[in-house]
């Protein structure tokens, strides 16, 4: 009996090709974005299904913009925790930049740049103390920042009733200067109809330059070996202090930032916003994959996380859902990415 050769038929992959695809896989599944990039998708699909509203691109220019005013904090947030830190005074941080720049320019009659890069030196100051404590102490950064957040808080509203007589400051539109800096830091455009708030191209290009620190570069090596053993880094010859104190700086410069934009974006600032703020970036950056003991972890997922923050927060409004379960749906959401994340980081070990 004569065999037929078909010619056209694939043969069978090699062990070697098996061995290259079973690398390949194993290497995604380790990335510490696959977790909060398939929660994203299954919460996209979730209210793009239930809530009409959410699938106008007005919708998602609202859910981008709410996503870019968390997630640029979250950047600097999830460096710090890669680095085996906490920052609980990112929130209200966030607010004294707001203050001090516009209780300075108003105060002062100056131009409103004095007041933005007078406040830039504040939000480096804070970051360094925090820093600086953390790493001369030895005390655990959740209690060092955890006193800044109660001291910023009270100086946020003390401060304020006693120069404005109020809760919040006066309105700063008409001084020399708002309109430039509103510009910069508070100002939309117009993409096929669609308004597009500036804060989104800055969170990309903060996920953008903060990922190329992290990943090609000696400081992000630094950053993940000081998450995974300061001792052994410090052996090693990493300057384990400065980085930290890096860390923490670029905390106050993300929130200095985040600061700028309520400000320009609303002309006026509340005293009393900011508190609890703090939480959802650290909830961003857990999503995301970092861990809690520090090493490990991505600016990206950082990103994806805060991208599944605003699609929560906007898509329980468009799905007509009862508000007051927010947080409720933020904790499972936390818990959820935590336990997805951990089988992830498992299966993909047990294929090694």
């Given at each position: 009996m004569s065999q037929t050769l078909d010619v056209g038929a694939k043969a069978p992959p090699t062990r070697d090709e098996r061995v290259v695809r079973r690398s390949l896989l194993s290497r995604l599944l380790t990335r510490p974005e696959v977790g909060a990039?398939?929660?994203?998708?299954?919460?996209?699909?979730?209210?793009?299904?239930?809530?009409?509203?959410?699938?106008?691109?007005?919708?998602?220019?609202?859910?981008?913009?709410?996503?870019?005013t968390?997630?640029?904090?979250?950047?600097?947030?999830?460096?710090?925790?890669?680095?085996?830190?906490?920052?609980?005074?990112?929130?209200?941080?966030?607010?004294?930049?707001?203050?001090?720049?516009?209780?300075?320019?108003?105060?002062?009659?100056?131009?409103?740049?004095?007041?933005?890069?007078?406040?830039l030196v504040v939000a480096l100051v804070v970051g360094?103390?925090?820093?600086?404590?953390?790493?001369?102490?030895?005390?655990?950064?959740?209690?060092?920042?955890?006193?800044?957040?109660?001291?910023?808080?009270?100086?946020?509203?003390?401060?304020?009733?006693?120069?404005?007589?109020?809760?919040?400051?006066?309105?700063?539109?008409?001084?020399?200067?708002?309109?430039?800096?509103?510009?910069?830091f508070a100002s939309s455009f117009t993409v096929a109809g669609v308004s597009i708030r500036i804060t989104l191209l800055w969170w990309i290009l903060f996920v953008a330059i903060a990922t190329w620190v992290l990943l090609r570069t000696h400081i992000g090596n630094w950053i993940f070996a000081v998450g995974g053993s300061?001792?052994?880094?410090?052996?090693?010859?990493?300057?384990?202090?400065?980085?930290?104190?890096?860390?923490?700086?670029?905390?106050?410069?993300?929130?200095w930032f985040t600061g700028m934009h309520i400000l320009f974006a609303f002309n006026t600032v509340q005293s009393g916003i900011g508190v609890g703020n703090e939480f959802i970036y650290i909830v961003a950056a857990v999503v995301g994959g970092c861990l809690l003991t520090g090493g490990y972890g991505?600016?990206?997922?950082?990103?994806?996380?805060?991208?599944?923050?605003?699609?929560?927060n906007q898509g329980i409004?468009?799905?007509g859902w009862n508000p007051d379960w927010f947080f409720f749906f933020l904790g499972a959401l936390l818990l959820g990415a935590i336990l997805l994340n951990d089988q992830v980081r498992k299966r993909a070990e047990a294929m090694r």
């Open positions: 990039l398939l929660g994203a998708i299954v919460i996209f699909i979730i209210f793009f299904t239930v809530a009409p509203p959410f699938r106008d691109a007005s919708s998602l220019s609202t859910v981008l913009y709410v996503s870019s968390f997630g640029i904090p979250a950047v600097a947030v999830a460096l710090l925790m890669i680095g085996g830190e906490f920052d609980l005074s990112a929130g209200v941080a966030v607010t004294t930049s707001a203050l001090v720049a516009s209780m300075f320019a108003y105060q002062f009659t100056a131009n409103m740049w004095l007041g933005v890069l007078v406040s360094f103390i925090n820093g600086y404590l953390v790493v001369k102490t030895g005390i655990p950064s959740f209690l060092v920042t955890l006193g800044t957040f109660f001291m910023l808080r009270g100086l946020n509203l003390a401060v304020t009733k006693m120069i404005t007589g109020n809760v919040g400051t006066n309105d700063v539109a008409n001084i020399d200067g708002f309109k430039s800096a509103q510009a910069v300061a001792p052994s880094s410090r052996a090693v010859g990493v300057p384990v202090n400065k980085v930290k104190i890096g860390l923490f700086m670029a905390v106050g410069l993300m929130g991505s600016v990206i997922g950082a990103a994806i996380g805060a991208f599944i923050f605003g699609m929560t409004v468009y799905a």
